[in-house]
């Protein structure tokens, strides 16, 4: 019997809209598709949704930040174990598989027992969900760089200052030990941070602070996983930016209550018809000089 192959397949951040289209023929050609939970199932469900017929049998391994109900060495040998019995199998895990997502992990496994891997990369959330709030990595001016870190591992060598933009994932246990290790570094307690929970889901949600606020403000809104965190002298661009941001100033019929939570939509809101952010004013920060963009 001929042995199957392993896909890799990045599902993106959970929106449908967000699967690339050689993820989607992958999964159509698919006989059986392991998926993730975060991320993965709900692109799934989705597609069910539009009508996109998929007849492979899925098993759902179930992995959620900090929740791996089937053991990794576990998900390893299924895919191989199927590839032998002659099936296209493919992997869908949530974001981009090689982006804090084990994927290379499974490929070199799998590549060990002597079946053929290939890999569909996929939207990173370290991206697209602070993109949710109009939060870019970088910024002309205001930051040239970004590091994606997990916060499960020790970060006080992160490099730069606000203008090095940091993007935490599975950062929410550990939010107030990051923010002040981060606090006392270059980047100092009034650098601007921003989470965005649950992105292009049903509970997607902006909270807005600094390194000083913002584990408080997290406590008092009960923040929850997933989230990612974002530190930076970016997260002032953001349209939820309570002081006066540049895309306030962009928006000029803009309608909203700057000291409670409706704020303008961005245009990538209007655009694609996303809810509103609900961000949470924690102070009023030195706003960005619209001419230098700097603070
Ligand atoms: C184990 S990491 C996997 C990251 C994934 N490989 C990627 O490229 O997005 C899981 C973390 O990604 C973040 N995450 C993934 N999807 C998210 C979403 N839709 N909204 C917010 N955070 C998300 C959260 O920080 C979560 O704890």
């Not at 391994?61 to 002659?86: D, F, S």
Request: glycine share 12%; aromatic share 2%; with cysteine.
């Amino acid at each position: 019997m001929t042995c199957g192959t392993v896909t890799l397949v990045g599902a993106g951040p959970g929106d449908a809209g967000l699967l690339t289209l050689r993820g989607l023929r992958a999964l159509e050609h698919a006989d059986v598709i392991v998926a993730d939970r975060l991320g993965a199932r709900a692109v799934l469900d989705q597609l069910a949704d539009e009508g996109v017929v998929l007849t492979a049998e899925v098993i759902d391994v179930g992995k959620t930040p900090g929740h791996h109900p089937v053991p990794q060495n576990e998900i390893n040998a299924l895919l191989v174990r199927h590839a032998r019995a002659g099936r296209e199998v493919v992997r869908l895990k949530g974001g981009d598989p090689f982006v804090l997502g084990r994927g290379r992990e499974e490929a070199l496994y799998c590549e060990a027992e002597g079946v053929a891997v290939r890999v569909v990369p996929g939207v990173t959330s370290a991206i697209s969900v602070p993109a949710v709030a109009g939060i870019p990595l970088t910024h002309r001016g205001v930051a040239t760089a970004f590091t994606v870190a997990s916060a499960h591992d020790p970060i006080e060598q992160l490099p730069g200052g606000s203008d090095h933009t940091v993007v935490l994932l599975m950062g929410i246990g550990t939010l107030a030990h990051t923010a002040g290790i981060l606090a006392r570094g270059a980047r100092g307690a009034d650098c601007p941070v921003a989470i965005v929970e649950d992105g292009y889901g049903s509970g997607e949600r902006v909270t807005i602070g600094t390194l000083s606020t913002i584990a408080a403000l997290a406590a008092v809104r009960q923040v929850r996983n997933p989230a990612v965190v974002v530190v930076g002298d970016v997260v002032r661009l953001s349209s939820a930016w309570p002081g006066d941001s540049l895309s306030g100033a962009l928006s000029e019929d803009a309608e909203g209550d700057r000291d409670g939570t409706r704020f303008p939509a961005t245009s990538f809101e209007t655009a694609f018809r996303l809810p509103p952010v609900s961000p949470v004013l924690a102070h009023r920060p030195r706003p960005l000089d619209r001419k230098t963009l700097q603070p």
